[in-house]
């Protein structure tokens, strides 16, 4: 993706992002366990990913757990990235082998080099997460057919094999896809709701309200993420949710007949209230993007 999705050399990429950093006006304060984030081209989702990424800036984690939907393979249960390390413009990004191990452990996982070749959730984040977690190294998975069972199992796994440690789990997904913005908005404020209620079994209902090929597109393509996610921090010690940011693709291109929505939201314990973090404002004349507070249940 280096190239077309993001800058390919490390001083142009690293600049985009420290300048997507740069207008996040707030963050929250506290243990932040899990983040949901999108995985458009940096042009396009940016500027919302930033909202989560600065949230996390300089913390201390032991790993980062990635988790992405697929988006070209079909196939049952999660790919594993277990060893090795994802090559970036702004360096290596190491596999954590022991954490890997220990998610290997359990029947859901399984390795499937095809699955993470042209897979763009996963690697979306990493320039965000190579530049405000430098040392941290990941664990890379991606959900095959986003199944109940598959997602619930993940969500017990993931809880599981990160107990002890200080993890960052970072649930990547777009939301939804290719309507007019307003109602794209009306769709992606069912999902602002559920996270920011903390609900993940609202959200998998949600998805499931759905046949399987029109989930991505009516409530979001890594929507198995977001719940597995979700289910996850709770065991690990979230117990409250932050909407950050909302977007649409058309806040950037302009077109807003057929927009993809975008969210960022941490998950953890927190030291002030929703309303006392400072939501991001309307785009000011010349801005290119026109980022609107997320809608609050
Ligand atoms: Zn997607």
Redesign the pocket.
Known sequence: MAGSWYPAAEAPLRATVISYLAKVEDTPTGDIVAIITP?AGLRYSGAVAAHAYRAVTGRAYDVAVLVG?S?HVGFDGVAIYPRGAFDTPLGPVPVAAGVADRLMSAPCIRTHPTAHVREH?IEMQLPFLRHVLPDTPIVPLVIGYQERETILALAEVLAGALAGLTPLIVAS??LSHYFDAERAASFDGVVIDHVARFDPDGLLAEFERYPTHER?RCVA??GGAAVAVMKAAATLGACEARTLCYADSGDVSGDKTAVVGYLAAALGRFDRTPEEILRPRLGQPGEPVGLRPPRLP
């Open positions: 995985h939907p988006h959730a997904t777009d991505g393509c890594g």
